[in-house]
């Protein structure tokens, strides 16, 4: 079964930048479609980004441009944050889709102060 691990939060600064990591107990990513959401205090879950087993990308309006998800050849997604505001401030989670199925981490936290 996969096995999804989230890493890189923490606490930050209004400008400043993180890079999340997620790294699965296999090498699935080249074969699926994995992603990044996020949950705020008393909000939805909500998409953040996309990358395709082809490689292609896909990103919410409210992070285009400040947001990049991408992958290694091996076994890890990454999302590369820059320009954070405070309404980013939420637990990040990684998920592949596998079929039908969507396999999801634990989530790594995620607060920007003003």
């Known amino acids: 079964q996969v096995r999804l691990v989230e890493s890189g939060g923490g606490l930050v600064q209004a400008g400043g930048s993180l890079r999340l990591s997620c790294a699965a107990s296999?090498?699935?990513?080249?074969?699926?479609?994995s992603a990044w959401y996020r949950q705020a205090p008393g909000k939805e879950r909500e998409y953040v980004a996309r990358?395709?087993?082809?490689?292609?990308t896909d990103y919410a309006e409210s992070v285009k441009g400040r947001f990049t998800i991408s992958r290694d050849r091996q076994n890890t997604v990454y999302l590369q944050m820059h320009n954070l505001t405070p309404e980013d401030t939420a637990v990040y989670y990684c998920?592949?889709?596998?079929?039908?199925?969507?396999?999801w981490g634990q989530g790594t936290q995620v607060t920007v102060s003003s």
């Open positions: 998920a592949v889709t596998l079929g039908p199925n969507v396999v």
């Open positions: 296999g090498n699935v990513f080249r074969f699926a479609v």
């Open positions: 990358i395709l087993a082809n490689g292609g």
